[in-house]
């Protein structure tokens, strides 16, 4: 009796499952998604209160990245005032929700009409691709975004029609929002240890060893995330190379290497510093986060970090040196309009607030970097060196923005090859090739 | 036990009633009580699994037409080096998430069964605390806790054990197994619970038998107590090695597979490859595989477990200590 149920649940569940699977099996999957190109129209003069007048009542939807809440309190009702029919409707997510879900949400029947992206591979470059994202170039135009400093900051966003590489192309997307990489210094103990802040990675090297006979960790490091080495790195790879080369790598230009000799000595340099002791120990136990506030309440000499390290930090106790060699820094994630909205006027116009004077002014004063520097002033000196490292980096075209842009698993690939390199398990020539490896077949 | 004797008559001499409703067609005429029972089962889990399965046999972005793949997404599985290194992981955390946590379990509901112990439902409330509490949470909190300056190297550092002090989670011998401790922690009340849950369906006369006859302790957890907990046993094995196999938002919130590629496991690469590589085929084909290992392995499991005869399992052991008894 007991065989007979068995035989018929059988029957029944593998009845099920193939009834699913000729369901599920009708079309390959994404079939019946596939879009046309975006057919609206391009605009050839700024979009004015009465262009966006025209919508009627409306709600402009958005999502953005949670670290912009602040700057948004400050532009919204800015943005209602100048365009009263229009409503503003953010939904706020963390950075690692917004890039793991954006893409999906953008491709979705409901999708948010501006949203923010990430530059590289993993969500700006799939939101190309599927033609989820209005091209932005006539915008560029009437807005005057091509012009001033914050030009050159639009790059990453300019992609291959085909969403293949970026760098150079069309314009997807703008962030009114910078980053900049720099050396965090514990003022107090600099003074103590009689030395004055180190303005390139060699006067930096020369300064690590006396910091580490004084008995003080030279550099806080937290590298669980495996990010954190990974813009150390780069800080050092940039002084042996040019930067065009390395960003022509990260934009995935063919026929580009990793496997140079510039970032096998980065490579061994990272080695030596770590067995040194340079980043003290249990490094890869700890976050970047949690490493920032031991830093802040007093940790380690230096921190070889980003801007967005600095909101932690007391101008009291802290300064910052900029890197002119260069290395990480970028742009924050840009905006982005939907190809799908019927509200491409108010879109516009959102994106038109954000790069103007000031709301840079706004972006400065919520502890984070604009685009726009002209006119935009500080009265806290950290912030001050900060905004100075920008304008002195950007001036010299130094930036190479992030090396995880490249493919969409290389933090992963190069992050955790670094921790390897650093731990003396693998050769920096090794290191070299397996990130080359995973480049080469996320090009192919 | 009468009951027993009753049921086992009824196998084998089929009485009327019984084959009366044999007759009517028990599946088929209940099929409209378990249709809406049936119809969400496939929905909601028979239909997402199908379309895993589809999806395994394509490249597919999530957003442009898939192209046709045929089986290179599990040659893929197999092919690459980074997956085999991650399931050899998961073997190793097998020991510490189902192993030790049904060891540790039995050890104290064997204890909890037999000491009176004032307070016991707050003991037990608080051993099976890991359990519910968010695996966030106990991430964030084992993280601190085993962090370089953290409240472990602290002890080791004042009971003269410094020397064995380290960044735990950040150092490459010893992360996987931190990993592992931290699953045996949340998993050992779960296992507790359910065997004191068996422990309390045991006949009390049972031990008070074996006691005249002399039994200690022991003797009397491995004659009884374990026999006994075979179903329950069975159970949290099964959950204990899903959980293992499974494992996820542990590794994720600790170490993201680090330092290097030390701590990955499967459903890491099944994370990256859908959220973070845009590859749904490939992590589809990742899944379904290990979906086909986790019900092998609990296939062996519930084999292994297995009561040796087909008699009911209560009777078995109680007759055996019965008859045992009466020899003597």
Redesign the interface.
Known sequence: ?RNT?TV?LTV?AVG??A???V???CA????G??RDAPAGSTISSKVSVADVQKLGKTTLKMWADQAEEPLMKDVVPAFEKTYPNVTVDITYKSFDDLV?TV??AA?SASAPDVFQGNIGY?VDG?LV??K?VRPLDDVAKVSGWNSGTGASTLDPAKWNAAGTTFGAGALYGMSPISEVQGIYYNKSKLGALGLQPPTTIAELETDLPTAEKAGMQPIMLG????YAGTHIFSDIAVTDQTPAGIRAWIGGKSGSTFETSGNVKAADTMKVWAKAGYFG???????NQ?AIAKFAKGDGVFFVGGSWNGASLTSAEFGLSSLTSGGVGATASPWHISSKTNKTAAAIAWLDMLHTPTVGQEILDTGRLPVITDGVTSKDPLQEETLTALKETIAAGTQVGYYDWTT??ML?VM???L??VM?G??SSEDFTKTVQAAWVKGHK | MTFVTHRRSAVAVPTGPRRRSRLTGPTWSSLPYVAPALAFFAIFVIYPICVSVQTSFYNYDGLTVATFAGFSNYVNVFADSNLRAALGHSLLLLVFYAALPVCIGLLLAGAMSRIRIYGLTVFRALLFLPQILSSVVVAVAWRGMLASDGPVNWLLRHIGLGAFATSWLGNFNTALPSIGLIGTWVEYGLCMVLFLAGIVTIDRSLYEAARLDGAGPVREFFAITLPALRPQVSIALILTITFALRNFDLIWNTTRGGPGTSTTVPSLYVYLDAFQNRQLGQASALAVVLTIIILIVVAIVQVAVREPSAHPRRTRSLRRIQRDGSAR
């Open positions: 009796m149920s018929r029944l099920a499952v009834t699913a699977l369901l599920s099996s390959a999957p994404g079939a998604s596939a793991s893409v999906n491709a993993a799939a691709k599927a989820l590298n669980s995330d495996q120990s249990g490094y890869d136990g700890l976050s949690d969409t698993d992963t992050g955790g090859g921790q390897e731990a398990r693998t």
